[in-house]
């Protein structure tokens, strides 16, 4: 009886210690944007404006062998004037990062820009999935 007592005492103590560390990790860690890709830049038609769209990859923990990952976390558009540094940005939001390979850009004007996320369908053609309109001016 008393084996059993020490062994379940044993495993008791042992998952506590991880549970510990997991979430005490978790507190410690915001998530760091480490990389970004980008998948495409347009110059709107008069080249007032410039946009360009990123994926968005930050550093995880994998917690059952302690090894560290980058996990595609989300879609930024960002814009502003050729030839500046692009600090301003918009978050894609309703999209998994992961999924997306292919992004298009259409200028309607200036100021208003149209992005359209692909996807490839079963028949391997590329279908818009998402479809985000935004008025630079406006933001």
Known sequence: ??????????????????????????????????????????ISPNKQNIVEVKKMYKQTTDYFDYEQKQKADSLRMYYGQPGSTLNQYKELQG????????????????????INIMKTNDQHKNKVYKRFNYNLSEM
């Open 1 to 42: 009886m008393k084996k059993w007592l020490w062994i379940m005492l044993s495993f008791g103590v042992i998952f506590l210690v991880f549970m510990m560390n997991y979430f005490l990790d978790k507190n410690e860690q915001q998530p760091n944007m480490i990389r970004n890709v980008s998948l495409t830049t347009s």
């Open 95 to 114: 999209i998994q990062p992961s999924m997306i390979h292919d992004v298009n850009v259409h200028w309607k004007s200036e100021q208003h820009v149209i």
